[in-house]
């Protein structure tokens, strides 16, 4: 087995490439993992079904983040997918000897040691192998506390899982890493791509734009039924609390990172817009209360429209937030 | 929700205005959505059971909402069309078709045998 630790995330994605980089000697929170990938995201997709439901989502597309955090910083990293699952364990286990730690896309859905719950068809979870112990591989997991154990089969199975974003056996590991690294640059070039997100970019559907659209859409539901109206909301609210999001969409991870940055960049730009986020986050979480109370129909003060306007109240607040990081 | 299999990890402010990331089990709201969202599934495969008793529909629109699967990714695990797996949901169609392609289903949906695909647990 090799001497990796094994450190919880709230974001799969986040805690591999943490995790990956720290066995590298280079040390990285979570949060300044999701910062400098600009991890930050909102889109409301009604035109893509999930279940036969909109896709609202609080983060950007898999593998997103890892892309951006090894470019900016210079990480050599070596990525493989293979058309035949054999070639793809043969190439797990010759890592493995190797002593490389390495990160693999897997689905859920056949996770056994997954909670039930979350098992559902969702084929981009980021894990690292570590090694093998007894025929059995040696997983760590950052959505898990401890490591984890699959048979070759459980794992040909998740790393083969089909459907949308198929894994296709998908491994990643890290080839080489700078001796220095710029840490101000890399920040600066994440926010500013989190701000190109959110506040400049066109279209009605990603970033701020994206949440008054998802408002409006809030109060048709009702007109399409009750019961079609709840599952819509209660996607929305499960997609910002799901496993994985630190709470509230991210949006307290994203406090946390600016808060790190603030200090590492002396900047009181920074920490005011931390103060911010956190605030946002306190808003997303107040929705989610109330939307909870919406779905289930228990109480009548709160409507699907008075649960979009919130919604819009948070739009306001996050885009003056984004508004202020353009001045750094 | 965990069924004490794990915890998650959530940031929440200290009382000195620090990040830090805390082990907690979710929050009311997010587990009761969770919860309604679990039901609303259960409901589903109840109504499927339903309909295969009926006969409005062949065992696999059953295995497939149980394996919690939507006709996209019921088609990627078999290797057929969209509108191949739509037509297998007909119990005409169904009856019809190749032990090869029932073998299939029964390795899809994790069954023992045929028999088990064809006989769809009781309540």
Excluded at chain 1, 288 to 308: D, I, P
Excluded at chain 2, 48 to 64: L, R
Aim: glycine letters at 8%; charged letters at 25%.
């Amino acid at each position: 087995m090799i001497d990796f630790k094994h450190r919880m995330a709230a974001h799969c994605e986040n805690g591999v490439i943490s995790n990956l980089l720290h066995f590298h000697g280079i040390n990285l929170s979570e949060a300044m993992v999701f910062g400098i990938g600009a991890g930050i995201y909102f889109t409301h997709l009604p035109m893509i079904k999930m279940n036969g439901m909109a896709v609202t989502s609080f983060r950007p597309l898999p593998g997103t983040i890892f892309k951006r955090v090894t470019r900016s910083l210079q990480i050599d990293i070596q990525v493989h997918k293979f058309s035949r699952p054999s070639k793809a364990m043969d190439a797990l286990d010759k890592n493995l000897a190797k002593g490389i730690p390495t990160g693999m896309v897997v689905g859920v859905y056949h996770l056994s040691y997954f909670p039930a719950p979350y098992r559902f068809h969702f084929n981009a979870h980021n894990i690292v192998g570590i090694g093998k112990k007894e025929g059995h591989y040696l997983i760590s997991d950052p959505v898990m506390e401890d490591i984890e154990q699959l048979s070759p089969e459980e794992l040909v199975q998740v790393r083969y899982a089909r459907g949308t974003y198929k894994p296709r056996g998908k491994m990643y590991y890290v080839k080489s890493v700078p001796e220095k690294i710029d840490l101000p640059g890399a920040i600066k070039k994440g926010i500013k791509r989190t701000v190109l997100e959110m506040v400049r970019l066109p279209g009605p559907v990603i970033g701020i734009n994206g949440m008054h659209y998802l408002a409006k859409r809030i109060e048709k539901w009702p007109k399409k039924g009750n019961r079609y109206a709840s599952r819509n909301l209660g996607q929305v609210i499960r997609m910002q609390e799901e496993i994985g999001t630190g709470g509230a969409g991210f949006r307290f991870l994203y406090a946390a990172f600016l808060q790190e940055a603030s200090a590492i960049m002396q900047s009181e730009l920074l920490a005011s817009a931390s103060e911010q986020m956190t605030q946002a986050g306190d808003m997303w979480r107040e929705f989610a209360v109330n939307a909870a109370r919406v779905c289930k129909g228990r109480n009548t003060s709160e409507t699907y429209s008075s649960v979009a306007n919130q919604l819009r109240e948070i739009a306001g607040k996050e885009e003056k937030i984004y508004n202020s990081l353009r001045k750094l | 929700m965990l069924e004490g299999k794990t915890r998650e990890i959530q940031y929440a402010v200290d009382e000195n205005g620090k990040y830090r990331a805390v082990k907690s089990v979710g929050w009311s709201a997010k587990n009761e959505i969770m919860q309604q969202a679990w039901e609303f599934m259960h409901e589903e495969i109840e109504e499927a059971h339903q309909w295969v008793k009926e006969g409005k529909k062949s065992p696999v629109f059953y295995y497939m909402k149980k394996n919690l699967m939507d006709v996209k990714t019921l088609s990627d695990y078999m290797g057929l069309w969209r509108f191949q797996i739509k037509r297998h949901f007909n119990p005409k169609t169904f009856n019809k078709l190749s032990a090869a392609t029932l073998n299939k289903y029964v390795r899809v949906f994790n069954l023992k045998d045929i028999q088990q695909l064809k006989n769809i647990p009781g309540e």
